[in-house]
């Protein structure tokens, strides 16, 4: 019975060619993402604690509190203590060789000038060793054209660019200081003054030889106070490695939730293939029961053909993988992505691989294999047995109908209940449903999609369409293949274009003028704005700050530009707004009992509340409604350290764009840490992250999609081998080939179309359940539809379908009509 089954399994090789591919496109993302994943993890663990390669303690700050520089100096002068040397991270500015800011997320770090505590790889000159030097990382140094001895001038938070002199450079590349961006290292009193910090966030210790390190650890706890722990080396190195394996791990986790959506939809193509073999198999089962197999031989029989074709496939997915895996390493590191390691091929990689592809596929051909052995021997000689076409049964399809609806409801109540639980729920539960009542919608929708087909191909059509509808079961299987894969996609589409809808309509509520300064991954330097608004080109220059007081927000306002956020002013001139007068929100002043000419005091000074205003803008971790905005000018008073991000700026009466631009370009020369932006490219840079995100999901979707696609081939190629006689018989009485190219187009065309109507129209009711909970949980979200993408998404599967097609045509086509008749 093994060498039977065998022979079979090489002879029905390529029928189940397409099927193999679903497992080898599977198996090879499990693959891939292992290896990948694990070479990270390697490249973690090996640089983890390269900048401790020297430390023997760490004093490390608690909190938001810093280590004040003279607590350096007593740890130094500890006994047994080698060196001491403050250490802070903190972002900086560079401005390049062109006089412009150098693009990327910059890392600034104190670098110990003792030579005990220094575990930089200097690539060339040195680190530096006083005030005044500064080392960059080796790859911006070079594009930037800056040799050795050059000034290279240096911002961040505490004011203008500063000239430093380069004296060396460095390798941080795949370290925790490579962040994407250029690295800068100064000395710490250095650091401090540029980045306007009091203190250091850790001091790294070096001890003496032969001191004893527990001793010495007891005796720099003394002295730096409780609330400043001491950690020693391995502690250390086990938190660095901890930090660095958990970004992987993190990573790994969001690539394996699409791996298992591929694996899901591998599973219904292998599925469906084998219940499609196994029926057209039927006869010959038949026949080995008649002659004395057993039901169980024959099962077994089954599962032995799957668990060969399922191992073959995983070998060849997890080769596949090592070049998935290669290229995405290919393609972060063109994207300027940070990828530690190499790859990484193990033996439990390799395991896990053969396993999973194994027993998705045996997993995958049991219940067809099973339904197989059930059918009697005699009945199953009969033609009728040949071609099962019978639906699901009433209990599947009551029970379809009852998921569905649930999730359909679930999806819409979603916002009213205000739990975004119930939105999950509720996609995951349509989703089952459409399983389940698949072989009464899919064929319902296909004959939908067909009625056009009949009347413009008539005959052609009538027959495609009759082909597509006459296996309910498999029919369904094949499109909702289609569904998970296209489903996300959708999802992921429309709720990324109605997310930045909703932050565009955000921006245009809060932002009102032409210009937008921003830090780059900080506040803005304290002098900035005072700079700008002494510039004549400009008129409005507002720097958006706030603090929160005793639940209260405070917040910052210009009177040019106050109106643009209120909803409502329900007493008093919000324009009044200045020195001494206040606008109180609703929902404080009735608290308090408030109303216009009310003293306030705020800070400890003593305002009048000049108007009771409304304002859907949501607070900031403060009750609802609970804000006051002060003038800038008192706002600066009362909270002189209190910066913000963002600054919003208008030409002068009279002053044209171009010249207001100058003026403010002008100024930002000489602070790197800083962007310039109009209203459009602030959106722009707002979304762009959401942009990106879409891309790397449809990106890893698009897999999944791809091997529903295959679905559809393989179910297309199977039927024609199962309707050899039936085509031939057409091809007699006179059907061209042309036209029975037509027949498998339109038949691939609805397969297709139906999967990815009921995926688009799946995602999309996700997303619109999404965006309405957003909205009444306090956004400004509503669903917007990509038309255009959702169009593609369409077209795509068409075209799709349309080159699934050609390979089963030529099939069909490629037998003479007398010996197609013959067949048995």
Known sequence: MIRLTLRSLRAEALRMLLSALAVVLGVAFVAGTMIFVDGMRSGAYER??????????????????????????????????????????????????????????????????????????????????????????????????????????????????????????????????????????????????????????????????????????????????????????????????????????????LLLIFVGVAIVVAGFVIANTFAIVLAQRTRR????????????????????????????????????????????????????????????????????????????????????????TRIAPVAALTDAAVQPSRGAGR?????????????????????????????????????????????????????????????????????????????????????????????????????????KDGIERSVDAQIGTDFVVSGIGQDLPAALVGEL????????????????VDDVEIRAAHPALVGRTLSGVLAGDAERVGPGQVLVHSELARARGWQVGSPVTVGGRSFRVAAVV????????????????????????????????????????????????DAITTVLGRYPTVNLMDQGAYKKMLTGTVDMLLAFVTALLGLAVVIALVGVANTLSLSVVERTRENAVLRAVGLTRGRMRAVLAVEAVLMALVGAVLGVGLGTGVSASTMALLDRLGGDFHVVLPLGQLGLILGVAVLAALLASVLPARRALSRPVVEALADQ
């Open 48 to 253: 983890a604690g390269t900048f401790d390669r020297h430390t023997d303690l760490g004093v490390y700050s608690a909190g938001r509190e810093v280590l004040p520089p003279a607590l350096v100096d007593r740890v130094r002068a500890v006994d047994g203590v080698a060196a001491a040397s403050g250490e802070l991270t903190n972002t900086a500015g560079i401005v390049g060789a062109d006089g412009r800011p150098v693009l990327g997320f910059t890392m600034l770090v104190a670098i110990p000038t003792e030579d005990a505590l220094r575990s930089y790889d200097v690539v060339a000159g040195r680190l530096p060793d006083r005030a005044g030097e500064v080392v960059l990382d080796a790859p911006t140094a070079a594009e930037q054209g800056f040799g050795l001895g050059t000034a290279v001038r240096i911002g961040a938070t505490g004011g203008a660019a500063r000239p430093y002199t380069l004296v060396g450079t460095v390798d941080v590349a795949g370290t925790a200081r490579d962040v994407g961006g250029p690295f800068v290292g100064l000395v710490g009193p250095d650091a401090l003054a540029l980045t306007d910090e009091r203190g250091y966030g850790r001091i790294m210790v070096a001890a003496r030889p032969g001191v004893d390190v527990a001793a010495l650890t007891e005796r720099v706890r003394a002295v730096s106070g409780a609330e400043a722990p001491v950690k020693s080396r391995q502690q250390i190195l086990d938190e660095a490695v901890e930090d660095a394996v958990r970004n992987v791990d993190q990573f790994r986790m």
């Open 285 to 372: 089962t038949a026949l080995l029961r008649l002659i004395g197999a057993t039901r169980g031989q024959v099962f077994r029989s089954t599962l032995l053909v799957s668990a060969v074709l399922g191992l073959v496939a995983s070998a060849l997915g997890v080769l596949l993988g090592v070049a998935l895996a290669a290229g995405l390493r290919l393609l972060l590191s063109r994207l300027d992505v940070p990828v530690t390691g190499g790859l990484t091929v193990t033996g439990s990689t390799v395991l896990t691989g053969l396993l999973l592809g194994t027993g998705l596929t045996v997993c995958a051909a049991l219940l067809p294999a099973w339904r197989g």
């Open 395 to 499: 209990v599947r399809m009551s029970v379809g109908a009852v998921v569905l609806a649930v999730g359909v409801a679930a999806l819409a109540g979603a916002a009213s209940a205000g739990q975004l639980l119930l939105v999950a729920v509720g996609g995951v539960l349509t989703f089952f449903g459409i399983v389940l009542f698949g072989p009464v919608l899919v064929p319902a929708l296909a004959r939908v999609f067909g009625w056009p087909v009949r009347r413009v191909l008539g005959t052609i059509g009538e027959l495609a369409v009759s082909n597509t509808v006459r296996n309910p079961r498999r029919v369904a299987a094949t499109a909702t293949a289609l569904v998970i894969g296209i489903g996300l996609v959708s999802a992921f589409m429309v709720g990324a274009r109605s997310t």
């Open 533 to 548: 608004a002494s510039r004549p080109e400009l008129g409005v220059v507002h720097e958006q700050r706030s603090t929160v």
């Open 614 to 661: 409304t304002d859907d803008t949501p607070g900031r971790d403060v009750p609802a409604g609970h804000v006051i905005d002060l003038s800038d000018q008192d706002f600066a008073a009362l909270f002189p350290a209190r910066r913000g991000y963002l600054a919003e700026i208008d030409p002068a009466a009279g002053v044209g764009p171009e010249r207001a631009r």
